[in-house]
């Protein structure tokens, strides 16, 4: 649930989400820099439409959770943008709180560095835009279980991706009938390192000793309808494929084969209620096809589980109520 959050060890607290500070420089070019920044803060171009009420995390990522990672921490970046194109440069670092520079800081071995290049074009009612992004998951930037598969996240985890993301979006003149659609897809390219790698507490090896690559993929289609019954009201649906591998290359002294059953579905249907100009109300359901991917019949294959005939899917719903001050 993209609402299901809180800060780690820091429960019945009030903290700080973010903190930076923006400004323009000349008429084209906006600088943003701060102790707490997020990916996104950093864009000139958010690539959706989809979706003003969130539900599943996986789908408030424009397709690419890979690429549009919202890693949040200290960096900064810089965009130009005229006549409707942007190009976005960013960089930040998950742990730059740390002045370790084996376990954090910026630009470091430790760093959780995520650096971000975005081009894009957004008219009024509709946009494109392609994204590349370098990660280092090893240190815990990337993905995470709310956007990928176990088998998925696992690899990410490894050493870092090199990720792309194409997304598009349109909205109609008019709202009511016709929703906006939003689409997205992103491929993510994983190259282990040599740092170790535990399963369930137990040392598995080095990680370029367990791996020599891996590939994994993720797309969505979102639809919005605005107004839709009543003005003011939302209705939204969503399909896709949350971040799964593709393919892996295991190393021959590890696991000698390469097929991989990652794939997985995920879809939802909402509608959002504006009960006054401060309060919604939104009923939603969801469907996950194959959350567990890969090692849905244990941890998998390659780490002494199975690859049998047994599923499990999870269909759930829930109401969300959001106050707004």
Avoid: C
Avoid at 2 to 31: H, I, M, N
Avoid at 115 to 133: C, F, K, L, P, R
Avoid at 149 to 177: H, I, Q, R, Y
């Amino acid at each position: 649930m993209e609402v299901a959050f809180g800060e780690e060890g820091k429960e019945d607290q009030v903290t700080v989400d973010r903190l930076w500070y923006q400004f323009p420089l000349g008429d084209s070019f906006t600088v943003t820099a701060g102790a707490m920044v997020r990916q996104d803060n950093m864009l000139a171009v958010w690539p959706s439409n989809y979706p003003s009420e969130t539900i599943l995390d996986v789908f408030t990522y424009a397709g690419a959770p890979g690429a549009y990672s919202l890693t949040k921490g200290g960096g900064g970046g810089i965009w130009w943008e005229q006549n409707n194109w942007s190009i976005s440069a960013s960089y930040v670092s998950g742990n730059a709180d740390d002045g370790n520079p084996n376990t954090g800081g910026i630009g470091t071995d430790g760093a959780a560095s995520n650096a971000t290049a975005q081009i894009a074009y957004a008219d009024e009612q509709w946009g494109v835009a392609a994204v590349y992004s370098y990660t280092s998951g090893d240190n815990g930037a990337g993905i995470y279980a709310g956007n990928g598969t176990p088998l998925a996240v696992f690899a990410s985890k490894t050493g870092t991706s090199n990720s792309v993301g194409v997304s598009a979006w349109w909205s109609p003149e008019d709202t009511g009938w016709m929703p906006s659609i939003s689409a997205g897809w992103g491929y993510n390219g994983i190259s282990p390192d040599d740092h170790d790698i535990y399963l369930e507490g137990v040392l598995l090896g080095q990680a370029n000793d367990i791996m020599d690559n891996a590939t994994s993929q993720s797309w969505y289609v979102g639809l919005q309808w605005e107004d839709a019954f009543v003005e003011g009201n939302v209705l939204g649906m969503a399909g896709g494929q949350p971040t799964f591998l593709t393919a892996i290359e295991w190393d021959d002294d590890f696991y000698d084969s390469e097929f991989v059953a990652d794939g997985n579905y995920a879809f939802e249907l909402w509608y959002k209620f504006q009960v006054t100009d401060n309060i919604s109300v939104t009923p939603a359901v969801y469907y996950l096809s194959r959350p567990y991917g890969d090692i849905t019949d244990g941890n998998g294959p390659a780490f002494g589980g199975g690859r049998s005939d047994d599923t499990f899917s999870n269909f759930g719903g829930l109401v969300r109520t959001t106050f707004k001050f």
